[in-house]
């Protein structure tokens, strides 16, 4: 069956360090790939796309990358601040179209200052 | 208006009573979509409608469920015969509906059935 696994459901880290988030995937093949933020209370907010032929992709402090032969993405986000604590979704689409976007069920991170 | 607005933002009903969501989507936006999010939960999809193409059904768990859209505008979410495994966070979401695209989320409906 289609499965979509993020690698933990809470990360700490120290503020200024680099947190690393990932995402793994089976029995899809998307098109393209999504990171979105939710804060309590709040729906998610879109952060990145990667598509398929993309290896990387980089925005401000933040970068994803996107294996699809080992059917994973890494999200980095670099000098972490007590303000990126939040939780991290990926979304896949395997049709390019967002029809049916298919959500992760997210790693929540915590910055420490 | 400036994003997606839902309401109500919190509905507490009875066991059994139909309840009624409600998404206003972004101005322009053809393409709108619910999610369900249970506690600790990802994003379950239930429904996309895009312009005046047949809806795509095929997320909503049970009949109680239904939704509409009047033409690229507001669209409700019903609920009928609600039950406590209906509780649950609501999400809409609209996009421009052009396609490879990101979503815009509302704050959703915290439904609490008791």
């Known amino acids: 069956s289609q499965k979509i696994e993020q690698n933990s459901e809470a990360l700490n880290i120290q503020e200024g360090k680099t947190a690393t988030l990932t995402c793994n995937y089976t029995n899809y093949s998307p098109a393209y790939l999504q990171w979105y933020r939710q804060d309590p209370g709040r729906g998610p907010v879109f952060l990145l796309l990667?598509?398929?032929?993309?290896k990387e992709k980089r925005k401000e402090r933040l970068k994803v990358t996107f294996d699809t032969t080992l059917k994973q993405s890494l999200f980095h986000i670099t000098a972490s601040q007590p303000a990126d604590s939040a939780t991290y979704l990926c979304?896949?689409?395997?049709?390019?179209?967002?029809?049916?976007?298919?959500f992760g069920s997210g790693t929540q991170l915590t910055v420490l200052p | 208006g400036a994003g997606v607005s839902q309401s109500p933002s919190n509905k507490v009903t009875e066991k059994g009573k139909d309840v009624e969501l409600r998404c206003d989507p972004i101005s322009g936006h053809t393409a709108l979509y619910w999610y369900r999010q249970r506690l600790g939960q990802g994003l379950e999809f239930l429904i996309y409608?895009?312009?005046?193409?047949?809806?795509?059904k095929s997320g909503l768990p049970s009949d109680r469920f239904s939704a509409e859209r009047t033409g690229e505008s507001v669209s409700t979410l019903t609920i009928q015969r609600t039950q406590q495994e209906d509780s649950a966070v609501y999400l809409c979401?609209?996009?421009?509906?052009?396609?490879?695209?990101?979503?815009?989320f509302g704050s959703g409906t915290q439904l609490s059935v008791l």
């Open positions: 979401a609209s996009s421009p509906g052009t396609g490879n695209e990101k979503l815009f």
């Open positions: 990667i598509r398929e032929n993309e």
């Open positions: 409608f895009q312009g005046n193409s047949a809806p795509d």
């Open positions: 979304a896949l689409d395997p049709s390019g179209s967002a029809r049916q976007l298919t």
